[in-house]
């Protein structure tokens, strides 16, 4: 594998092809020299009997036709993999930053990962308490799920991302071993240094390894930035036995890198440009949570993206939404009345949260009061609706009781400060606190029994 | 000996081989060293274009290519049910085993076990004419079902000799044919079967028995034909997935195929867990007895998933082809669309509407037209009923599979965001859904449950029609001025929202309602409502009906009367009655 090509057929972007290539294979890696000093490192995406088509992580500045020395390695993109890596940070192909030193392993891995196979999947059960109320009450995040939050820009996503990684971390089991693995793509560097504040200050710096691609970091470099985190996470959780929980930020980063390379290779674009095969690659992303049977530790992934013109039908958020098992809907009009967090809880979901839940996990009622608050928040809706057209005086009784239960439930309910840390009983105990409000035949997803234990209407003072 | 190529270009999952290598259109081929699976999918004099059912990083130009000698199959033979393949009939459990948790590539394995025995009774004897189809053996598959084990429908010929009944492997010949070119062949309990291509019939007769899943607003307002299609549309969220699992647990099929099409890997390990779990209520078994899964899940490599509805519908078939009932549930076919597309993107075709492949209409015509009530070629009838899930981008219906595919679909299921949103489930539109099975089906649920149904079913229908309408005034100005009659068709229609078309599919007595429960409810909620009308045409305001709790009564229904206690609904018409009464005395 010691064979060197010198220059180069041609550059476009980030890709450049190589002719003459002998015994190079798809996907592999290759190395290269500018100016016998600069080195930059590639893969090879497109090959035609001796032609290789490269796509330069590092960017293809400074290459020219005749400067570049290339080597192949022999292998796919592969990462050392070390337990050291915690408290670690690297740059967006995994090379380390923080002055720190290489890491030092035999063990490497393929970034690519192989798909977890279903029958030896276990399907998650057991809840992550987050301490907010929103989620714990009404789209609980289960261990080894996938929960995307959908955001805007300007949105409090990463204040939300911060407080569940301090808050999740304060596990009960404390013999458990959590660790986060934080993967930034494309982000702004005031993000990415308000993420390491926020490690330090919670006391969890030396549990995270952070990857970070920044704004002004290569595009190509950020295509895989979560699968070398993700290979970390995998690693980590196991082979490690630790419960890993992964933040990726911001996955519109990702699909537009994707878009942005796709176009310079010249490929048949599908909707709004981005290539055929996002679903495919967003799916290669988001189906590496899981946990393995028999194997203590798991992968839990909480993917952030910022919905281009806050629209959840682009094809980021709408073929994201299609893979991961819920999502966490941020919503504009609840941070433009300063409640925090501004989850609009009507589009979103937790998929896994009814296996997980319940008598023996949470609470026997807590199915149906869930149900029951969805239920009563989306009458507000109409309510409110109805209210813009006739005046609230007009509405009736029974309508102006959901409009105060709507206001109770946003301030009391989903808002909540950024320190605070509900336990799950009193998240339960305020959501029937607020139903209280609404006279009991409005209540119509409930068991009748739960009805009758938890219910208690509020004392009027007529 | 077998046709080779070398490789000369790789571009993800298809890659090309040079020159006129001979290999023939859909031909199943291996390639490289690590003998990866792959389909012919374009032939050309210089260039042989492949795509590979795995992941093709690692592949080097030069590496050889052998053709198999046959079209992508499936293998068929007992063993297939309680089993879980992936997309191309790999059993996931035998990958696990020799290759740990993770899929690695290029595993080979048989498909079916084929050191198990099975108890074989052969049903025919030496001298007897046998054709194509004619059932040769009965094998107790699973505690549920009896595969029958079939001639080649392509063969016909004399038995010249039987082995006597016992226990077979599936390689193993049990009887031998003479062929009319007078050669004598050796049949197994297996036959293989190319997945593209579908299995002949005998004929083909209009539907008139409805598939019962037991969910109302499926069993009662848009009910499904056994050999019917049917799509199920819905936004992310909105419970396609729920609806299709609640569909494969408690539809009166024999057979439930169920297809994971580049869906999630959790939800392939909840239906591997809850059907193991789960018995049948018709006959005891468990439900895995009588099902396959196909999971191909989204990171899975996506030609497989492309083949994965294939390999589905032709077990369907062939189970068909022994006189049973299959359904078939394909989750997602969107998936299945998009991988066509990307393929095509890969293929550098000319892109139709929103860059899916121009041919996309005539392969979704050609998947559910392979749906149908037979009579086979042995003579028995069987089914095959394909349940489609649609994921439309951005829940948009009016993007090309979704409206493709409502061509060629006959019964329409519409999922609807704001349902829910709050909650609403199964979260099927009553306005936007169809059902075209309505009057094939009608003299069925005539016969079998009720005179009434139809009238009543459509008597439901027409309030909650009216219920629209009225809501567009409400959104006006409030419920408050509506006159007395038509805010009792507001609750009546609440009443069938909430107590009917909403289920719960976690409770034990609502996941699963008889027909009889079905029209009995409807019974109630009408007479309830003839009951209600009388008094406010007699001048009582909706305030006084509404002060007693019967609105409310009738919609516990659904949850306080048990599928074995129909007796109960004697006691809900007293109650009527009596509220009717008191009404009229109290306002007398």
């Known amino acids: 594998m010691s064979i060197e090509y010198l220059g180069l057929s041609s550059i476009n972007g980030p890709l450049i092809a190589l002719e003459g290539v002998q015994g190079a294979f798809f996907d592999e890696i290759v190395e290269f020299v500018v100016n016998g000093s600069e080195r930059k490192i590639g893969r090879i995406v497109e090959i035609y009997e001796d032609r290789a088509v490269i796509q330069v992580f590092e960017g293809s500045e400074n290459m020219s036709l005749k400067n570049t020395h290339t080597k192949l390695t022999g292998h796919p993109m592969e990462i050392a993999l070390s337990p050291d890596m915690l408290g670690r940070t690297f740059n967006g192909i995994g090379q380390p930053i923080d002055d720190l030193g290489p890491i030092v392993s035999t063990l490497k891995r393929d970034v690519n990962g192989l798909p977890l196979n279903p029958v030896r999947r276990e399907y998650p059960r057991n809840y992550i308490h987050t301490g907010i109320s929103a989620i714990d009450g009404l789209t609980t995040l289960i261990r080894g799920q996938k929960l995307p939050i959908f955001s805007g820009n300007g949105l409090p996503h990463d204040q939300l991302a911060a407080q569940i990684v301090k808050q999740a971390s304060l596990g009960e089991d404390s013999n458990e071993q959590f660790a986060v693995v934080f993967a930034a793509m494309g982000v702004k560097h005031d993000v990415a240094d308000f993420f390491r504040h926020t490690f330090e200050e919670s006391g969890v710096a030396d549990h995270v390894a952070m990857f970070l691609n920044l704004a002004n970091d290569p595009v190509v470099e950020r295509l895989i930035t979560p699968k070398v985190a993700l290979t970390v996470a995998e690693y980590l959780a196991f082979e490690q036995h630790m419960h890993i929980l992964v933040i990726l930020t911001d996955m519109t980063s990702f699909a537009e890198a994707m878009r942005e390379v796709s176009s310079s290779k010249g490929e048949i674009p599908s909707r709004k440009g981005y290539p055929g095969y996002l679903y495919s690659e967003l799916a290669t992303i988001y189906e590496r949570a899981g946990i393995v049977q028999g194997v203590e530790g798991s992968v839990t992934q909480l993917p952030i993206l910022t919905m281009p013109n806050d629209d959840i039908t682009h094809p980021i958020p709408d073929l994201t939404g299609y893979i991961t098992e819920g999502q966490v809907v941020l919503d504009r009009p609840l941070h433009g009345q300063s409640i925090y967090p501004p989850i609009n809880i009507l589009p979103s979901l937790s998929r896994l949260m009814k296996d997980g839940i319940g008598a023996g996990y949470t609470r026997e009622d807590h199915q149906d009061l869930a149900n029951q608050l969805f239920s009563a928040y989306a009458k507000v809706g109409d309510a409110r609706n109805l209210a813009s057209v006739i005046g609230e005086d007009e509405l009736s009784p029974i309508d102006k009781k959901y409009l105060e239960f709507g206001k109770e439930f946003e301030e009391r309910y989903i808002g909540q400060g950024p320190e605070e840390n509900r336990s799950m009983i009193e998240t339960l105990d305020l959501g029937w606190e607020l139903l209280g409000r609404l006279p009991r035949e409005e209540l119509d997803r409930v068991d009748t029994k739960i009805l009758d234990k938890y219910y208690k209407p509020l004392e009027t003072e007529s | ?588």
């Open chain 2, 1 to 588: 000996m077998l046709k080779t190529g070398t490789i000369y270009g790789i571009n993800g999952p298809v890659i090309y081989l040079k020159g006129n290598t001979g290999f023939s259109m859909s031909e199943m081929v291996y390639v490289g060293k690590q003998q990866l699976v792959g389909e012919v999918i374009a032939l050309d004099k210089d260039i042989t274009t492949i795509q590979v059912y795995e992941e093709t990083s690692g592949l080097r130009p030069g590496e050889e290519v052998v053709a198999s000698g046959g079209a992508v199959s499936v293998t068929l033979a007992p063993g297939i049910l309680n089993n879980i393949f992936d997309g191309i009939e790999r059993p996931l459990e035998r990958i696990a085993e020799s290759g740990g948790a993770f899929i690695t590539r290029g595993v080979s394995v048989d498909s079916l076990d084929r050191a198990k025995k099975w108890d074989a009774h052969i049903t025919v004897s030496a001298g007897q004419y046998l054709h194509g189809g004619d059932i040769i053996a009965e094998v107790p598959e699973t505690h549920a079902i009896v595969h029958k084990c079939m001639i080649p429908p392509d063969m016909e010929g004399t038995v010249v000799d039987t082995v006597p009944d016992g226990s077979y492997t599936i390689d193993e010949p049990l009887i031998t044919l003479r062929l009319q070119d007078g050669t004598e062949k050796q049949l197994t309990m297996t036959q293989k079967w190319p997945i593209r291509v579908p299995r002949p019939v005998h004929h083909r007769f209009p539907a008139s028995v409805p598939l019962i899943t037991g969910q109302r607003i499926i069993d009662t307002m848009f009910p499904i034909a056994k050999g019917g299609t049917a799509a199920i549309p819905g936004g992310f969220g909105t419970g396609k997935t729920m609806t299709q699992h609640q569909i494969a647990k408690w539809a009166d099929a024999d057979i439930i195929i169920y297809i994971g099409c580049g869906e999630r890997g959790n939800e392939m390990t909840q239906v591997l867990e809850e059907f193991g779990e789960l018995t049948d209520p018709r006959t005891g078994n468990p439900l895995m007895a009588r099902t396959t899964l196909i999971a191909n899940t989204s990171n899975m490599p996506v030609a497989a998933r492309e083949a994965s509805i294939y390999t589905g519908l032709t077990l369907a078939e062939y189970y068909r082809d022994m006189g049973y009932d299959v359904a078939i549930m394909a989750d997602s076919t969107s998936r299945w669309a998009e991988a066509l597309r990307e393929l095509s993107g890969r293929l550098e075709e000319m892109p139709a509407e929103e860059g899916f492949p121009a041919y996309l209409a005539s392969r979704l015509s050609a998947f559910y037209e392979r749906a149908g009530m037979m009579h086979n070629l042995n003579g028995t009838d069987g089914s095959v009923t394909i349940i489609g899930a649609v994921s439309p981008q951005g829940g948009d219906f009016s993007e090309p599979v979704t409206q493709n595919t409502k061509r060629f679909v006959r019964c329409f299921w519409g999922l609807d965001k704001s349902l829910a949103y709050s909650r609403h489930f199964p979260a099927i539109h009553w306005l936007t859904s169809y059902s075209e099975y309505l009057n094939d089906l009608s003299h069925w649920y005539q016969d079998n449950v009720s005179q009434k149904f139809v009238d009543y079913r459509n008597r439901l229908m027409a309030l909650l029609n009216q219920e629209s309408s009225l809501l567009e005034i409400v959104k006006l100005i409030g419920s408050d001025v509506l006159p007395d009659d038509q805010k009792l068709v507001l609750e009546i229609a609440r009443v069938i929202r909430l107590g009917f078309l909403q289920q719960n599919a976690f409770h034990k007595d609502d996941t699963c309602v008889s027909m009889e429960k079905q029209f009995l409810m409807m019974d109630t909620i009408l007479y309830l409502y003839k009951q209600a009308r009388t008094l406010v045409t007699m001048g009582h305001p909706m305030s006084v009906l509404k002060a007693e709790n019967i609105f409310d009564r009738i919609i516990a229904i659904k949850y306080d009367v048990p599928n074995d206690r129909l007796e109960l609904f004697a006691q809900y018409h007293r109650d009527i009655d009596a509220f009717y009464q008191r009404v009229l005395e109290k306002n007398a």
